[in-house]
T-cell receptor
């Protein structure tokens, strides 16, 4: 099993460009999450999904959109990237909300 | 008051030392508790769950004090490989997402 995978691993964007980060899990987990991690800020939840076709906002959702069309995939979109979105993005999945979360290796995004 | 608070450290300890971290949480309705470990530039990984009766896994011991709303992690006989950031994690109930603390950084020195 690959666990949780993220694509791409690194990306540099110019301000105003758009991109989509892909997260995939092969553990048949119901819940999936997108976090960002910045120095001194810890992990902050952007959006999450409790099942196929459903999404919910987390702590810092502004500037991001998500979609969960298939149970195994969770996409994070940046429509118009800003330098404030420079961060490390982690995807995670879990069986249910209160169970252990498994994280992907992260995507390092720089917006110039 | 933040939901989960941890001393950011760093804790610099010599090999073989015993070190303890505490974490406090604000919501008394919190139900599940975990310690995660995050190595530099890597993803967080579950270290251990924290049970009401306390639990031990090798050199690691986790305790929960519901009355005072804090969780502790004790590491005995520290190894160089224990150097990492330790994240305290709680969840309220049922299916609400986990809430992560900002982490405590540990450096074990030879």
């Amino acid at each position: 099993n690959a666990g949780v995978t993220q694509t791409p691993k690194f990306r540099v964007l110019k301000t105003g460009q758009s991109m989509t980060l892909l997260c995939a899990q092969d553990m048949n987990h119901e819940y999936m999450y997108w976090y960002r991690q910045d120095p001194g800020m810890g992990l902050r939840l952007i959006h999450y999904s409790v099942g196929e076709g459903t999404t919910a906002k987390g702590e810092v959702p502004d500037g991001y959109n998500v979609s969960r069309l298939k149970k195994q995939n969770f996409l994070l979109g940046l429509e118009s990237a800003a330098p404030s979105q420079t961060s490390v993005y982690f995807c995670a999945s879990s069986y249910r909300g209160r169970y252990e979360q498994y994280f992907g290796p992260g995507t390092r995004l720089t917006v110039t | 008051r933040k939901e989960v608070e941890q001393d950011p450290g760093p804790f610099n300890v010599p090999e073989g030392a015993t070190v303890a971290f505490n974490c406090t949480y604000s919501n008394s309705a919190s139900q599940s508790f975990f310690w995660y470990r995050q190595d530099c530039r890597k993803e967080p990984k579950l270290l251990m769950s924290v049970y009401s009766s306390g639990n031990e896994d090798g050199r690691f011991t986790a305790q929960l004090n519901r009355a005072s709303q804090y969780i502790s992690l004790l590491i005995r006989d520290s190894k160089l490989s224990d150097s990492a950031t330790y994240l305290c994690v709680v969840t309220l109930s049922g299916n609400t997402p986990l809430v992560f603390g900002k982490g405590t950084r540990l450096s074990v020195i030879a």
